[in-house]
């Protein structure tokens, strides 16, 4: 990735990730076997995952777990994500999508030739 890029990295996704306990063992089985959710480990197209419900619901916790180990990025896609929270640094639209992009870009780098106008036209300003 061009080091022009790493401008976009504005949060510690990973990290965000990390600050979340890790799932118990026999917890979130329900999602697992969900049929719903079946399908959606087993999609060979694209699919977008959003979990959303009442604070302290575990919420953080399964999608940590989905993303370590249910939801492998492979050559065919990419699993991108971001932690939304309550603070300055996980509230903010723009500072997901750049997060978003920063991982897509990683794993997909030949997608950048698609970002590189944008770049050249308005430079820092795409990450406002």
Known sequence: MPSSFQVIKLSKYVE??????ERVPGTCIW???SPKDK??????????????????CGKSVLSRSFIENELQSTDSYSVCYFFFKDNEQQ???AIALCALLHQLFSAQPHLLKHAIPAWEE???KLRD
Request: net charge negative; charged share 35%; aromatic share 6%.
């Open 91 to 93: 509230d903010r639209l």
């Open 39 to 56: 399908q959606l480990l087993e999609s060979q197209k694209d699919d977008l995952l959003w979990i959303s419900a009442e604070p302290g």
């Open 31 to 33: 999602v697992l076997e």
């Open 122 to 124: 308005n430079g820092e």
């Open 16 to 21: 965000f990730k990390d600050n979340n306990p």
